[in-house]
Structures are given as C-alpha cells and as structure tokens.
C-alpha cells in the first residue's frame, strides 16, 4: 500500500469515529465526519507540497 | 414541573444530568469496559446497533490496515515512547491481546510503511477508547 491510499484509511476510520462520539444526531455527526475527513486529507495534501517545495 | 423533575432524579438509579432518567440498567461500568474489551461492544451492550457497527468497523479496519502494512505490535519497551505505544496498543483490548499471543504483525520495522502501520496499531487502541467512553456517556445519560 503506498501513502495516499493509508492516509484515505486512516483519514475514513478516524473521522468515522470522530463524528460518532462527538455529536449526537446522525445527520450532524455525518457532517461532522465529512469535515474530519477534509481537514485529515485536506491538511495532508498541503502538508505534502510544503514539504516537496522545501525539499527543491 | 419541579416536582415531576424530583421524581425522574429519584426513580432514575444513574441520572447523570439529574432531571433525565437514564433508560439503562444493570452495571453502569459494563459498556465502559466491553467497549474497550470489544470493539463496538459497549454500543452493542446499549442496543446502538448501527453506532456499534460502525465504530467496530472502524476500529478493526485500522489494526487490519496497521497489521497489513507490517506494523509492530509492541513486544519490547526500551523507551517512553514504546510505553506510550505499549497504552495505545492496549487500547484495542482483547484485539491487542490476541494479536500479540497470536505473534501476528512484524517483529522489527523492516519496510518503510511498517512505521505507519505501527501508528495504525496505536491509533486503533485509541480510537477504542474513545468509543468505548462515549459507550459509557450514553449509559449515564451524559449523551444521548
């Protein structure tokens, strides 16, 4: 497995659990896992290309 | 009103919030610790099936991604940071457990996603206990 594909695991499991146990009503906490899983992936992303155009 | 809040407080064997009755009975510890034994259990304890499932999916599909990336289950502990690993671990119950008397995941970290999948292990234990504490919210009536 190569490290977009464990970052979208690990991105989906967390948020999943995160939305959950941190709201109440199953249309807030599917919301609040989707915005999990945007900040997970999103953050991953520009994180990533920090790093590539500090490495140039 | 007080006075039908009185009642609900003194019928209630665990009210929580002190004005809600808690629709649980038995040990009040019980999903506390079968959250954390099983994943999912403490929601399943509760009757929250569908929570249940999905927090048991979540929980096992990042120790099987962690185990299938070669991560370590922690067997030596040389520094705090192998303890830390060591608690995390714990986390995923009798999943850790059985991992490790069943000798699966890597010895050593030989490939270099064997890091991540270490994480994963670690993560999945904590991600159990947050379940498994939301388990017990719910049965004091602290969540709904």
């Known amino acids: 497995m190569t490290y977009f594909p464990a970052v979208l695991l690990f991105a989906l499991f967390a948020s999943t659990v995160f939305g959950i146990t941190q709201r109440e009503t199953p249309m807030r906490m599917f919301r609040y896992g989707l915005y999990c899983f945007s900040l997970f992936v999103g953050s991953a992303i520009v994180l990533s290309w920090l790093m590539w155009l500090i490495a140039r | ?144």
């Open chain 2, 1 to 144: 009103m007080a006075t039908e809040e009185n009642k609900n407080a003194a019928a209630g064997s665990g009210t929580a919030t002190g004005t809600q009755p808690v629709p649980y009975e038995g040990f009040v510890y019980l999903p506390l610790i079968a959250g954390w034994l099983v994943p999912g259990a403490g929601h399943f304890v509760l009757g929250k099936w569908g929570r249940g499932a999905l927090l048991a999916a979540s929980v096992l599909g990042m120790f099987a991604t962690g185990l299938a990336m070669h991560g370590e289950i922690g067997s030596e502990v040389h520094n705090i940071l192998d303890i830390l690993g060591l608690a995390g671990g714990l986390g995923s119950g009798l999943l850790y457990m059985v991992a490790r008397a069943a000798g699966w995941g890597a010895a050593q970290a030989q490939v270099t996603t064997a890091d991540w999948g270490t994480r994963f292990i670690w993560v999945a234990g904590l991600l159990n206990v947050i379940a498994a504490v939301d388990a017990h919210n719910l049965r004091t009536g602290r969540k709904s």
